[in-house]
Every structure is written in C-alpha cells, then in structure tokens.
C-alpha cells in the first residue's frame, strides 16, 4: 500500500482512533475489575477477622463459666469438658472453612507484642510482617505489604478481650490469585486489542478500497481521453453523491475543453482559409502574369493587384495579433480619463467625412447637460484603442448603409455607466446573425461579397469594450437599420435628461 494514499491514511485513522477507544476501555475495565477483586479481598480479610474474634470470644465465655479447679479436677478423673470440645470443634471447622492456612495471623497487647501468632510462615517472615503491618489500637487499616517479592493484602483490627485487655488482631492474606487474575486479564485484554486492530485496519483497507474504487475507475477513463475523442463522457452510474459531483465537475470540464477545441479548429480553418484566398488571387494573377509575355502595363496591373492582396493579408495578420493581444495581455492597455463629450466630438469628425463621402448623412446628439459641462462624463480608457472601436463601428455603418441614408452618434449617461450609441439607417443584420457578428471572421452572408472585410472589426470593438468594464449591444431590424450601443463605466455624471 502507497504510504501517501487516502486507503493508507484512511487504514491508519479509522486503527488509530480504535486504539485510543480500546485503550480507554480496557483501561476502565481493568481498573473496575482490579477494584473489585481488591474489594473481595478486603471483605475476606474483614470476615476472617471477626470470624476470629467471635471464636476467641467463645473461649472467654468459657473461661468466664468454669473455675480452674473445677478444670483442674475434670481433667484429673478424666471427665470431657463438653462445652471447651464443642468450641474447640466450632475452631477447628471455622478455620477450615476460612482457610486460614495460606494467611498469617498474629494476636498482639496494645503495646504491639504478639500473644499468639500462626506457625505456618518462619521465624524471618513473621519478623518481616511485624515489621510492615502498623499497629493501630484504635481503627481497623487495610494495607498492601510486600514480603520477599510477594504481594499481601493485611488487615489491622482492635478488640477488646474480656472487657478490659485491649488487643489487636492482625491478618495477611497472599494477593497471588487476585494479581494472577489481573494479570490475565490484562493479557487478554492486550491480544485482544491487537487481533481487533489487525482486523479494523484488513476491514478499513478492504473498504477504502471499495471506496476508492470509482476514483479509480474515473482515473482510468480520464487517462484514456485524448484531444481526438474529447466527445467521451465518464458514467455517473452506481457512484456516491461526492463521486458523482467529482464525475459531474469533469464532464463539465471535457464539455468545455471540447466546446474550446471546437472553437480553436473553427478558428484555425478560418484563419487558414482567410489567408488562402488573397494568396490564391495572387498566385493565379502571377501564373497568368508568366503564361506568356505581356505589355509593361498589364505587369503593373498585375502587380497592382497583388499588392492589394498583400496588404489585405497584411491587415488580417495584424488584426488578428491584436485581438490575441487584446484577449491574453490586459497591459496593452493604457489608461487615462477621457471626456467623453469632446472625444465623442473627435470621433464624428471622423464620422462626417466618412458619410459624406458616401452620401450619407450624419449627426451627433448630445444631450444639454454635457454640452453645457463637458467634466461631467469621463471615463477612465485608453484613447487608442476606444478609437479603433468607435471606428470599427462608423466603418461598419458607412458600409453596410446605402446612399441617402443616415448616421447618428449619441450618448446617453444613466447612473454609473455611459452609453454611445451609432446607429445607421442601413440593411440592418438578420436576427439568426446576430449573436454571431462578435465572432472572429463572421461576415453576414448576404454581404460577403458585396463588401470588402474579414469579419475581425466587431470581434475587436467587443474585446476592447470588455477591457474597459464594458460591453457592446446590438439591436438591428434587416432593411431599417443597425443601433451598436458601448456601454462604458463613468467617474463623473450627471442624469440624463434626455
Ligand atoms: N452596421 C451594420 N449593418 C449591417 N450589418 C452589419 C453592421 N455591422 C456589422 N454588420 C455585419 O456583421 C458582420 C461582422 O462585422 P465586422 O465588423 O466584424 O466585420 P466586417 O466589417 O465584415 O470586416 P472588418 O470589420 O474586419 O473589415 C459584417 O460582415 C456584417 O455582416
Ligand atoms: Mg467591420
């Protein structure tokens, strides 16, 4: 397994957060068990010694009910002291049934001198226990003591024998069976935990891989996409809802790299076929030109010709540089503020001649307001480039506009954005052409060949537009004429009034 895989890191989250859990609560089991088991040892201890103290309590009864004569003369004539045989039976059997035998016990005066003490340990370790057991003559204490390495739960407790000799009783029992126990537990507990982690982690593996599977599945296909078959789509079938938005987002995507291959072959077969035709005219003049001799004017006509052609070509190279230019470096730009009023007075000049020339009319219609204060509407835009649009757009409607028609340049101002308008009184543009005059080489059918162009202008005039925060709308109705307004963001400006 890849240490940096999600399956990886998802096998070792989903181990380690087990283990911290399994840590916890073997921890909280051992810990109750351990209490409990100690608890159990401390009733023990508890019940032996007041079992104990009841038996010795019987011998002092007895003591109490017989006099050391009559003792003395029971055991003379051989006579049983039933009642001592009967004690002595209750001692016997209490201590087999408290087991006494693996404990040490020891009866002590309130000075801490043993009275009676349990044979069944050596003189050394009795000395040991003496030593670690505290004498308490007033409260019972439970202790944990330790002789030569082995666990002891001991128990003090003070009793007062015959009314009047105080005397403690003292009891030590082997902790062996409890800390066995524990010490299984915590052995099983440890292989418990390390079989249930070894199966999480095979089971985390196992269904992050299930998981993972359509990342896969998706990876594959999406290797397997070429710029040739950009058409294919990935299967949203039997996918999780995250999957399915991942598998949404790339089909999204291929739709939009197959939309923009489209566009760029669309493109390139334009350009290509652009350049073609003034090289065919040109190559066809020259071969016609070399298929026999000709007068010096017939040479210079050809060449008349094909100069017309070059420059032609020339005009689209350019054209088309800018317009890369225009789309991918916004620093081609220079920005000033420019009144629009006297810009839009520069550009009818233009517009005059233009007309004129053709036989047309023309007006500018400003309204009184920007007459009367020209700084009331600047924008911020580079002049350069705001005058090749506006004459992308006076070109367009001098030409598509037929003798004895009109031309108007307006600009109207509402809120924060101005708008020019040139407006012709021409053929107008079919309304099925009209979301397409913006692409690059799209000439209207109707006019390809009774007007000369290469369909860059209105492709230009909108890229420029758009670098200024603006944009380009048209309205048009074929045989009543074609409104362009350019919409751009004003500084300064007052409402219109017209
Ligand atoms: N004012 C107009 N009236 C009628 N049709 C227009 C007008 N302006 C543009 N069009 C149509 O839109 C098409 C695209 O215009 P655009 O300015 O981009 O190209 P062009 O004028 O043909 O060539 P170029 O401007 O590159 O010399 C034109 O060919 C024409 O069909
Ligand atoms: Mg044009």
Not at 79 to 102: F, P
Not at 103 to 129: K, M
Not at 279 to 297: D, N, V, W
Request: charged share 25%; aromatic share 8%.
């Amino acid at each position: 397994m890849i240490r940096n895989s999600i399956r990886f890191k998802a096998s070792i989250l989903y181990t380690s957060v087990l283990f911290v859990i399994l840590v916890i609560f073997s921890g909280v089991l051992f810990s109750v068990t351990r209490y409990v088991l100690y608890q159990g040892l401390d009733d023990e201890l508890r019940l032996k010694s007041s079992e104990i103290v009841n038996i010795l309590k019987s011998y002092e009864k007895l003591s109490r009910s017989e006099t050391p004569h009559q003792h003395l003369l029971n055991k003379l004539l051989g006579i049983e002291d039933r009642a001592r045989l009967i004690v002595d039976d209750l001692w016997r059997s209490d201590m087999d049934a408290l087991n006494l035998k693996k404990d040490y016990i020891v009866i002590l005066d309130f000075q801490g001198r043993p009275i009676i003490r349990s044979q069944n340990f050596d003189a050394e370790t009795a000395r040991v226990f003496q030593e670690q057991l505290p004498l308490s003559v007033d409260f019972m204490v439970l202790k944990n003591i330790r002789k030569t390495g082995r666990p002891f739960r001991a128990l003090n407790l003070p009793f007062l024998y015959n009314s009047r000799n105080l005397l403690v009783i003292q009891i030590a029992t082997p902790m062996d069976a409890v800390i066995r126990m524990l010490n299984q537990l915590l052995y099983f507990i440890g292989i418990g935990i390390l079989v249930i982690l070894g199966i999480t982690s095979f089971m985390g593996g196992f269904f992050t891989r299930r998981i993972l599977r359509p990342v896969l599945n998706v990876t594959r296909i999406v290797d397997n996409i070429s710029h040739k078959d950009l058409n294919r789509r990935i299967p949203e079938m039997a996918a999780d809802a995250e999957m399915r938005q991942l598998i949404r987002s790339c089909n999204a995507m291929l739709e939009r790299l197959e939309k923009s291959f489209a566009h760029v072959n669309e493109f390139s077969s334009h350009v290509a076929h652009e350049l073609k035709t003034p090289l065919a005219i040109i190559r066809g003049e020259m071969e016609l030109a070399l298929s026999r001799t000709r007068e010096p004017a017939e040479y210079e006509q050809v060449l008349q010709v094909s100069l017309e052609e070059v420059n032609r070509l020339i005009r689209i190279i350019k054209d088309l540089l800018l317009l890369a230019r225009l789309d991918y470096n916004p620093d081609v730009f220079q920005f000033e503020k420019i009144h629009l009023t006297a810009f839009l007075e520069e550009i009818y000049e233009y517009t005059h001649i233009l007309a004129e020339q053709k036989g047309l009319f023309s007006e500018l219609r400003l309204s009184p307001a920007f007459q009367a204060s020209p700084n009331q509407s600047v924008i911020e835009g580079d002049k350069l480039h705001l005058r090749r649009l506006f004459l992308n757009l006076i070109n367009n409607a001098v030409k598509f506009t037929p003798k004895g028609g009109k031309i108007t340049v307006s600009l109207a101002v509402s809120g924060r954005s101005a708008e020019i308008r040139v407006a012709d009184t021409g053929v107008g543009i079919a309304e099925k052409d009209l979301n397409r005059i913006f692409d690059k080489f799209f000439r209207s059918g109707s006019q390809k060949q009774a007007e000369p162009g290469s369909g860059l202008g209105l492709s230009m005039a909108r890229s420029i537009a758009r670098a200024h925060q603006g944009d380009i709308t048209v309205h048009s109705r074929p045989g009543e004429g074609t409104v362009f307004g350019v919409i751009l963001p004003v500084i300064f400006s007052v409402p219109d009034n017209n």
